[in-house]
């Protein structure tokens, strides 16, 4: 049955790793203090419930498990239901129905977190899945310095979502894509990890921000680099296995091991901030055990298991280590975020903003910067292209269509709207600040 949910080393199947043999793990530099560096990381369909810090218990997550008992976790950081408007809404710092046009692509004259941050002086640096059109232009455009990406243009220009995702992968850097033979037998997320850690070896003395947006675990499912499977598979005619999904979560887990002891030879650890979240849900036919409860993937849909996603911050200095925070964030709150991490403003020009910075509760001491969430998202598919808009705080949702109205801790999947009539006095308050929101978000 589908329920509800609800140290400083590694430890894997694979090894235990600690401190002591990364290379100048014992001995980090002070450079740039004052001036962090940034890593955000991006997981690609990494619902809440997969990361064993969270409570999952069928993957294997060493490396993000770390990130959490070194820094703070949060409870309730909530998406879109699919990447493309979530992504939009993450980098620009607003709510969709104020710059979202169509699948794939970011208006080009939005500006992003990176852009503040470039202004700021930081030198910036994408790597992974773009999925935001433009390509070289619009990259450079929204703040990126340097670049290595998987799907520049939109998916109707450039048809191979799937078959080049992983092996042999379609990647394109410079202005155009690499030659065949530069990618031959070589793996997405390895090469975007080897490219991040040469951006790093080439800004050891500036402010460097970094976004990993893994292709990782996004179907199709396939065999990683570790297993036996991988050497004779053929993405262009074989057909997605999830049995794969257990070891691609576990090999994502490991790229991230890989920018951590990079950061640590070079030391930098001790004066960059990691952040780790994923852009929506885990996908429908992936069933997790979480907290001895079987959950389902959501992506796609707007309930709980669609929208809840992972989010740790490690920042040596300011986050005590272990914390786990209940402050609700949305994706329009990273933008502001970042900001005030680089201590950076932004400029009047990018617009009105939505997002609310939670730098304030990185010290644990503020979970109420917001009392409410605000979701909007419109999808041919799943909403016939009409916008789907919805409040939410940690217990209650609200949908302004009809103003139905759940508990989503015991009705995750929203399936049973509660009846006027058996709302409590409490109930009544709440709903109708949610309708005041929903009337009053413009």
């Given at each position: 049955m589908l329920l509800s949910f609800g140290l400083l080393f590694f430890v894997s199947c694979r090894k235990i790793v600690t401190l002591n043999e990364i290379p100048g793990a014992t001995q980090e530099?002070?450079?740039?203090?004052?001036?962090?560096?940034?890593?955000?990381?991006?997981?690609?369909?990494?619902?809440?419930?997969?990361?064993?810090?969270?409570g999952g218990e069928s993957y294997s997550t060493p490396t993000i498990d770390f990130l959490s008992e070194s820094g703070m976790r949060?409870?309730?950081?909530?998406?879109?239901?699919?990447?493309?408007?979530?992504?939009?809404?993450?980098?620009?710092?607003?709510?969709?129905?104020?710059?979202?046009t169509v699948w794939g692509t970011l208006d080009p004259t939005q500006k992003t977190f990176a852009n503040v941050l470039?202004?700021?002086?930081?030198?910036?640096?994408?790597?992974?899945?773009?999925q935001l059109d433009g390509g070289d232009s619009s990259i450079h455009k929204f703040g990126f310095d340097k670049y290595l990406v998987w799907l520049p243009f939109l998916t109707n220009k450039e048809p191979i979502e799937g078959k080049y995702r992983y092996k042999n992968p379609h990647l394109y850097q410079h202005g155009k894509f690499l030659s065949a033979s530069q990618t031959a037998g070589k793996y997405a997320d390895d090469?975007?990890?080897?490219?991040?850690?040469?951006?790093?070896?080439?800004?050891?003395?500036?402010?460097?921000?970094?976004?990993?947006?893994?292709?990782?675990?996004?179907?199709?499912y396939g065999p990683t680099p570790d297993d036996a499977e991988f050497a004779t598979w053929d993405y262009t005619i074989m057909e997605s296995n999830k049995k794969f999904f257990p070891s691609m979560v576990k090999y994502m887990d490991k790229e991230i091991e890989k920018i951590i002891h990079k950061l640590y030879s070079r030391g930098l650890m001790k004066n960059t901030v990691i952040?780790?979240?994923?852009?929506?849900?885990?996908?429908?036919?992936?069933?997790?055990?979480?907290?001895?409860?079987?959950?389902?993937?959501?992506?796609s849909a707007s309930n709980v298991y669609g929208t809840h996603v992972p989010l740790i911050v490690r920042w040596p200095g300011t986050v005590s280590p272990g914390q786990?925070?209940?402050?609700?964030?949305?994706?329009?709150?990273?933008?502001?975020?970042?900001?005030?991490?680089?201590h950076a403003s932004v400029p009047l020009n990018y617009g009105q903003l939505d997002g609310?910075?939670?730098?304030?509760?990185?010290?644990?001491?503020?979970?109420?910067?917001?009392?409410w969430v605000f979701g909007c998202w419109k999808n041919k598919e799943r909403t016939g292209g009409r916008w789907q808009r919805w409040v939410q705080n940690r217990t209650y949702k609200l949908y302004d269509t009809v103003y139905n109205f759940f508990n989503i801790i015991k009705d995750p999947l929203q399936l049973s709207p509660i009846p006027e009539d058996s709302l409590t006095s409490?109930?009544?308050?709440?709903k109708n600040k949610f309708i005041h929101i929903l009337n009053t978000v413009h």
């Amino acid at each position: 049955m589908l329920l509800s949910f609800g140290l400083l080393f590694f430890v894997s199947c694979r090894k235990i790793v600690t401190l002591n043999e990364i290379p100048g793990a014992t001995q980090e530099s002070t450079l740039l203090t004052g001036t962090p560096n940034i890593i955000f990381i991006v997981a690609d369909d990494l619902g809440f419930e997969i990361p064993t810090c969270n409570g999952g218990e069928s993957y294997s997550t060493p490396t993000i498990d770390f990130l959490s008992e070194s820094g703070m976790r949060f409870k309730q950081c909530y998406s879109l239901p699919l990447c493309s408007p979530s992504r939009v809404e993450l980098l620009t710092g607003k709510y969709n129905f104020r710059n979202y046009t169509v699948w794939g692509t970011l208006d080009p004259t939005q500006k992003t977190f990176a852009n503040v941050l470039h202004r700021a002086g930081y030198r910036t640096c994408y790597a992974g899945k773009w999925q935001l059109d433009g390509g070289d232009s619009s990259i450079h455009k929204f703040g990126f310095d340097k670049y290595l990406v998987w799907l520049p243009f939109l998916t109707n220009k450039e048809p191979i979502e799937g078959k080049y995702r992983y092996k042999n992968p379609h990647l394109y850097q410079h202005g155009k894509f690499l030659s065949a033979s530069q990618t031959a037998g070589k793996y997405a997320d390895d090469m975007f990890v080897d490219y991040i850690s040469r951006f790093i070896d080439s800004n050891l003395t500036k402010p460097f921000f970094v976004v990993y947006s893994t292709s990782l675990v996004h179907p199709p499912y396939g065999p990683t680099p570790d297993d036996a499977e991988f050497a004779t598979w053929d993405y262009t005619i074989m057909e997605s296995n999830k049995k794969f999904f257990p070891s691609m979560v576990k090999y994502m887990d490991k790229e991230i091991e890989k920018i951590i002891h990079k950061l640590y030879s070079r030391g930098l650890m001790k004066n960059t901030v990691i952040v780790f979240t994923g852009d929506n849900g885990t996908p429908g036919d992936i069933v997790s055990l979480f907290k001895d409860h079987e959950i389902r993937g959501g992506k796609s849909a707007s309930n709980v298991y669609g929208t809840h996603v992972p989010l740790i911050v490690r920042w040596p200095g300011t986050v005590s280590p272990g914390q786990v925070s209940q402050a609700l964030v949305d994706f329009s709150d990273f933008l502001p975020t970042f900001a005030g991490i680089a201590h950076a403003s932004v400029p009047l020009n990018y617009g009105q903003l939505d997002g609310i910075s939670f730098v304030p509760a990185l010290d644990g001491s503020n979970t109420n910067l917001r009392n409410w969430v605000f979701g909007c998202w419109k999808n041919k598919e799943r909403t016939g292209g009409r916008w789907q808009r919805w409040v939410q705080n940690r217990t209650y949702k609200l949908y302004d269509t009809v103003y139905n109205f759940f508990n989503i801790i015991k009705d995750p999947l929203q399936l049973s709207p509660i009846p006027e009539d058996s709302l409590t006095s409490d109930e009544v308050v709440i709903k109708n600040k949610f309708i005041h929101i929903l009337n009053t978000v413009h």
